[in-house]
């Protein structure tokens, strides 16, 4: 296809920008979110090799990525917090558009916001878009407490399509019972099922997390956006110590995405047409030639827990549409909140940790940094500078939200291209005909372990999760350890927990595991300090409530 036959609406990217800022620095300026994604919008206009002034009046719709700060109820802001923030940012650049969308939570979301709004650039319904995240959390715990803090608050007038946060299914009261409520120990149910899969050591399986961040860590010394330009050896990444504490096993602090930045991006979106008016020259156009945006089941209801078939399945199906092959890709970007993340793309389409070509060109979100839910939208902003710079190669950028739950995926090329629909409807249809596991929400009785982690706080103290299934009736569970039992946080932090036999009982609080059916005897006369169980929900032998 030539750029004379695309059909007018195509959508094209145009114009990308990214901001930061790091405490300490002699330009530290202690912007705002808001004001980051402005000066990241700015970059992107200015990209476009178009008049600035006139590609911002231009557009009729932006999208905000939601930040943590409102990326869940009760959400502390701690310098305050707009009450528009797409229309804050909109005002600050000179746009003044029509639509206003406020995206869910979850780091799916820029590339998701990409693939939905050249839909609707495609349908007629947009002309011009712009997409925008950003994050201050850095300078917000920083200054907290200063009394010379600035105060982020402001009101803005205006409609917003406001989605909601978009959790359900990722977040319960249950989960969070059995100390499943942070990201980490979440993660961490999945490596530990991964290294059981593989048959490895732990030694062998932290060589291998260490080996495949290890050149992140050169990517994002190099980027100058990076929150942590360090560059740091395999050991270094997996070796506890002082500066590198266990998170939840296997994770150090190293492995695990880091939230403490001040970062902005934005990508602008128009159609050929609208290209054209505004002038942006050709060789900045950049087109979506795959995308996919798939969900997985919830957690508990998938069969294997050592990988994501839903994230896989939507890379393939963004590569098919794009008609490449993953060796037909110049450049990928994974997203890389926890190494699983990463591991299992890998792994569904066949690339090595070692592929010279690299998996990120940020740094990742342990090392450039995990800017909220916009991480991806750093990635694109990457990646399409990287094919501008090698006109007709392809680039990837995979973004995943929640517990590996939401994967979305876009395949760019400066080569041109017409709007291609993709089947991600159908191929969701699909996922969500596939059997769910049956659960015990009360498990009484003898189980095996199917994957584990250990929570190591601060202050020292350690909880052990496990997921497993009865033995009775193989139906899964979820239990955590009860406090001071040892031997079984011994087995769960050292030993080798899956496929290991185990009691489980349900109380008041919970279910609790142990390897001593002694120890859960004591639960019901002497109760668990840390998780206030007084009295068991049921015998031994059965399980009184059951979801399947």
């Keep these: 296809m030539t750029f004379e036959d695309l059909d007018p609406r195509t959508p094209v990217l145009v114009g990308v920008g990214q901001s930061s800022e790091r405490i300490g620095e002699r330009d ?10 402005a ?3 700015h970059e992107a206009l200015a990209d ?18 939601r930040q943590f700060e409102i990326s869940a109820p009760g959400a502390l802001a701690p310098l305050g917090r ?20 406020l995206e869910v939570a979850g780091g799916q979301a820029p590339q998701h916001l990409v693939n939905e709004l050249a839909a609707t650039i495609a349908a007629g319904s947009s002309r011009v878009a712009l997409i925008f995240g950003s994050e201050a959390i850095s300078t917000a715990l920083h200054l907290a407490g200063a009394e010379d803090r600035p105060d982020f608050s402001e009101t803005v007038e205006g409609d917003l399509e406001d989605r909601g946060y978009g959790l359900k299914g990722l977040v319960s009261r249950f989960l969070a019972a059995h100390g499943l409520a942070g990201a980490p120990s979440q993660y961490a149910l999945f490596d530990n099922a ?12 932290a060589a291998g997390m260490g080996a495949l961040f290890a050149p992140f860590t050169r990517v994002a010394a190099a980027n100058p956006h990076a929150a942590v330009p360090v560059e740091r050896d395999a050991g270094e990444l997996v070796t506890p110590t002082e500066g590198n504490r266990l998170i939840a096993d296997p994770y150090t602090r190293y492995l695990v995405a880091r939230e403490k930045v001040n970062q902005g991006a934005a990508v602008l979106l128009m159609s050929v047409a609208d290209a054209r008016r505004l002038g942006v020259p050709a060789q900045r156009w950049v087109f979506l030639h795959g995308h996919a945006d798939l969900r997985e089941r919830d957690l508990l209801d998938r069969a294997d827990l050592a990988a994501g078939p839903a994230s896989v399945m939507a890379a393939r199906h963004a590569l098919d549409l794009a008609g490449i092959g993953v060796d037909d890709l110049h450049a990928i970007d994974l997203y890389s909140c926890f190494p699983i993340a990463v591991s299992n793309i890998c792994d569904g389409l066949g690339l090595a940790a070692d592929d010279p070509r690299g998996l990120t060109v940020t740094g990742g979100l342990p090392f450039f940094g995990g800017a909220g839910n916009n991480y991806s939208t750093h990635a694109i902003a990457e990646i399409v500078q990287r094919l501008r710079a090698r006109p007709g190669s392809y680039g990837m950028v995979g973004a995943n939200g929640g517990m590996l739950s939401k994967y979305s995926v876009g395949v760019y090329s400066t080569a041109p291209a017409g709007w291609r629909q993709d089947r991600s409807a159908e191929l969701q249809a699909e996922i ?24 190591h706080r601060r202050d020292g103290t350690r909880v052990g999760i496990v997921i497993g299934r009865l ?9 955590k350890t009860a406090d001071g039992d040892e031997e079984t946080l011994a087995l769960l932090g050292d030993g080798e927990p899956v496929g290991r036999r185990v009691h489980v009982r349900s109380f008041d609080a919970g279910n609790r595991v142990s390897t001593d059916a002694t120890v859960l005897d004591r639960l019901m006369t002497g109760g ?6 007084t009295a068991p929900r049921a015998g031994l032998g059965g399980a009184t409530a059951e979801r399947t």
């Design 28 to 37: 530290y300026r202690r912007l705002s979110p808001v004001e980051l994604a």
């Design 39 to 41: 000066a990241a919008v």
């Design 48 to 65: 476009t090799g178009a008049d600035p002034a006139d590609v911002a009046a231009a557009v009729d719709t932006v999208a905000g990525v």
């Design 82 to 101: 707009s009450t528009n923030y797409p229309r804050s940012v909109a005002n600050r650049v000179g746009a003044n558009p029509g639509r206003a969308i």
């Design 194 to 205: 991964r290294r059981a899969r593989l048959g490895q050591t732990r030694r062998e399986y």
């Design 432 to 455: 969500d005909a596939w059997p769910a596991v049956p659960q015990a929400v009360r498990a009484d009785g003898r189980g095996t372990i199917e994957t584990y982690t250990v929570r």
């Design 471 to 479: 033995e009775a009736d193989g139906r899964r569970f979820l239990a």
């Design 528 to 533: 668990d300090s840390a998780g206030g169980v």
